[in-house]
């Protein structure tokens, strides 16, 4: 099994989730995707093996190419950190109906918890 990650940048902020990504989530893979090409191909592909999907979503203009890909990803769990939590950017970002959504400025610790629930219910964790 697998996560996908994807983000359009290569910030510290970035960084600092997929690191957490990586000790939440041992016993998986994470697949970087960088560019939203990337991601739109893997997507396409079959999705077996992928546990999880985690977006940051830097703008609104990659939201809107996310949510494209809507009826492919509402096939896992998604997690979105979003740049902007504004009431338009939340109802659209609402349209890939994410299992949770954080701010950018929000303490990526706080990941563990929903990422350990989510390999809890598929069996990674005891």
Same mark, same amino acid.
Request: net charge negative; proline share 6%; charged share 25%.
């Given at each position: 099994?697998?996560?996908?990650?994807?983000?359009?940048?290569?910030?510290? @902020?970035?960084?600092?989730?997929?690191?957490?990504?990586?000790?939440?989530?041992?016993?998986?893979?994470?697949?970087?995707?960088?560019?939203?090409?990337?991601?739109?191909?893997?997507?396409?592909?079959?999705?077996?093996?992928?546990?999880?999907?985690?977006?940051?979503?830097?703008?609104?203009?990659?939201?809107?190419?996310?949510?494209?890909?809507?009826?492919?990803?509402?096939?896992?769990?998604?997690?979105?950190?979003?740049?902007?939590?504004?009431?338009?950017?939340? @109802? @659209?970002?609402?349209?890939?109906?994410?299992?949770?959504?954080?701010?950018?400025?929000?303490?990526?610790?706080?990941?563990?918890?929903?990422?350990?629930?989510?390999?809890? @219910?598929?069996?990674?964790?005891?």
């Amino acid at each position: 099994m697998n996560v996908i990650y994807y983000s359009s940048t290569d910030d510290r @902020k970035a960084g600092t989730i997929v690191r957490q990504l990586r000790a939440s989530s041992r016993p998986l893979g994470v697949e970087l995707h960088c560019t939203p090409e990337s991601l739109v191909e893997r997507i396409r592909q079959p999705m077996n093996g992928i546990l999880l999907v985690v977006l940051n979503v830097e703008t609104v203009s990659d939201l809107d190419g996310l949510i494209s890909l809507k009826d492919r990803l509402q096939e896992l769990p998604v997690i979105l950190f979003m740049a902007d939590l504004e009431a338009p950017a939340q @109802k @659209k970002a609402r349209l890939l109906r994410p299992r949770f959504i954080f701010g950018m400025d929000d303490d990526p610790a706080e990941m563990d918890l929903v990422f350990d629930k989510i390999l809890s @219910k598929a069996g990674y964790l005891s």
